[in-house]
T-cell receptor, first 114, second 113 residues
Framework: DTEVTQTPKHLVMGMTNKKSLKCEQHMGHRAMYWYKQKAKKPPELMFV???????INESVPSRFSPECPNSSLLNLHLHALQPEDSALYLC?????????????FGPGTRLTVL | DQQVKQNSPSLSVQEGRISILNCDYTNSMFDYFLWYKKYPAEGPTFLIS?????DKNEDGRFTVFLNKSAKHLSLHIVPSQPGDSAVYFC????????????FGAGTQVVVTP
């Protein structure tokens, strides 16, 4: 299994809703990442998990809450989002944290906040 | 502050010819560079990478060149095929950054028959 899966593919939520995005990989990778990509822009890093511990939080608002329950699974919990949070949310994994590792991306979750 | 720049938003090339994509960076601490390809509604797909101790890396039709003194890298695709039509992102990371990738804005490549 050489892929990163993300669910759901699409999500529409209101500003008062609570929802979660899920990411899974079974490649034995020990680093997992969340990126946000707005239309016609490059992906921007949000969080890095290394060996199930949060290593980097790129000053992301607290309405985004990441969780790494085990080495294969990464969640992003969403609460009280704003319309400007609408974007493609990409999950990625790599064999280990740090440089000299390519990151493998999932297909993303297209989020729309109404 | 955009530390990785792709100044050509688009590139059109004929099938069978060479595609050359360019990328510049400003941070001399970057020591690993990658190219990703992205189709609409899909996540980026890794193509090829190069570490700062090399100046060239080749994988099939894809070759990446790194000029550290100019802080410039390029991706050559030869021969170009219709399936190569996609957005190509250059990305860079540094040793102490937990694998954080900084992406350029991307170049849309269109391969015409």
């Amino acid at each position: 299994d050489t892929e990163v899966t993300q669910t759901p593919k699409h999500l529409v939520m209101g500003m008062t809703n609570k929802k979660s995005l899920k990411c899974e990989q079974h490649m034995g990778h020990r680093a997992m990442y969340w990126y946000k990509q707005k239309a016609k822009k490059p992906p921007e890093l949000m969080f890095v998990y290394s060996y199930e511990k949060l290593s980097i939080n790129e000053s992301v608002p607290s309405r985004f809450s990441p969780e790494c329950p085990n080495s294969s699974l990464l969640n992003l919990h969403l609460h009280a989002l704003q319309p400007e949070d609408s974007a493609l949310y990409l999950c990625a994994s790599s064999p280990s944290p740090g440089t000299y590792n390519e990151q493998f991306f999932g297909p993303g979750t297209r989020l729309t906040v109404l | 502050d955009q530390q990785v720049k792709q100044n050509s938003p688009s590139l059109s090339v004929q099938e069978g010819r060479i595609s050359i994509l360019n990328c510049d960076y400003t941070n001399s601490m970057f020591d690993y560079f990658l190219w990703y390809k992205k189709y609409p509604a899909e996540g980026p797909t890794f193509l090829i990478s190069i570490s700062s101790i090399k100046d060239k890396n080749e994988d099939g039709r894809f070759t990446v060149f790194l000029n550290k003194s100019a802080k410039h890298l390029s991706l050559h695709i030869v021969p170009s095929q219709p399936g190569d039509s996609a957005v190509y992102f250059c990305a860079a990371s540094r040793r102490d950054s937990w694998g954080k990738l900084q992406f350029g804005a991307g170049t849309q490549v269109v391969v015409t028959p």
